[in-house]
C-alpha cells in the first residue's frame, strides 16, 4: 500500500509514496473534516498555490482544500505520460487520506487535469471548477503575435535541447526573482489583477509556490509544454457530474470563446464570465470559486 506521513494541526504538507516508489507532494489546509476540495495548480506552480485561497475562506465555508504537485514539479517525481495517467496522482492521495469523493477546483493549466479527472473518475468527482481554463491544443493557425506562434511551435517539436534550454533560462529568472519573473512571463494581468498581485499576502503566496515549483529543475515545466499543444485526453461530453467554469471576459492566454466551445459540449455545464477581467481574474474571488465547488452557487 501507498504509504503517507502526516502534519500536525489542520494543515499538513507531506508525500505519499506509491507502491511503485515515486514519491507525490500534497499539501492540505482548512478543518480536517470539512467538505474536501482537489485544487490543481496552475502553469508554473505547485500545491502551495492554493495559498492564494485565503484559509479564512475555506474554513467559512467548511472546505479542506487539498492540493497535488503535478508530475515533476515540487515533490512530485517526474513521469512522462498523458493527463489521465497524471491524473492518477491525485486518486492516490485521495486514497491514502481516505477521501473517496470530493470536488476538484483546477486553474489555468490546472484545469484541464480537473477536467480529465472528471471524466476519468466520474465515481469519485461529485463537481469540477475550472477557473482560468488554459485550453489545451495546437492553436497556431489563429495565433496572431509572432513570438506566440514561434513558442507554440517550439512545443511541437517536442523535448528538444532548445525546449529544455528555454525553460531553463525561465526557471532561472523566475528563482532570480520570483515576483518581476513570474510578471514579466505571464503579462496577463488587468488593472484590478495588477493591484490584487501587489498585495504582500498575494505576493508571498506566488513566491512560496514558485520557488517550490522551480526547486527540483524543469521537468515539470517541460511537461506542460508539450502538453499545451495536446488536444485534451478526454471527450468532455462524457462527463457526468455539474461543471462550472470561471471565466475573464479580457483573458489573452486563453480567449472566452475557446472555453465557451469546451463548455458548451459538456451536458451539465455553466460559464460564469468576470467582465473586464483577465487570466487570474477568478482568483480573485475565492469565495465564488468555494460557493461552486460546494455547490452552494450555480
Known sequence: MPSV???????????????????????ARGPRDGTPVLYLHGWPGSRLEQGLIPSETAHRFG??????????????????????????????VCDALGIRRFAVMGFSAGASHALTLAATAPDRVDRAVLASMLVPGDHAAGVADPETAEVLALFRAGRTPALEAFRTERRRSILDDPIAGFAAAVPAFGERERAWYRLPWVREEFEASLREAYRPGVEGDVEDCLMRVQPLDVEPSTIACPVRAVHGSADTVTPLAEVTRV????????????????????????????????????
Open 63 to 92: 472546505v479542506r482544500l487539498v492540493s497535488v504537485d503535478r508530475p515533476g514539479w515540487g515533490n512530485t517525481d517526474p513521469v512522462r505520460a498523458s493527463r489521465p495517467r497524471k491524473a492518477r496522482d491525485v486518486l492516490l
Open 5 to 27: 506521513t502526516h502534519g500536525s494541526g489542520g494543515a499538513a504538507d507531506d508525500v505519499l509514496t506509491a507502491d511503485d516508489g515515486r514519491r507525490i507532494g500534497w499539501h
Open 263 to 298: 463548455v458548451a459540449r459538456i451536458p451539465d455545464a455553466e460559464l460564469v464570465v468576470l467582465n473586464d477581467m483577465e487570466h487570474f481574474g477568478p482568483l480573485l474571488f475565492p469565495d465564488l470559486l468555494l460557493s461552486l465547488a460546494c455547490g452552494t452557487s450555480g
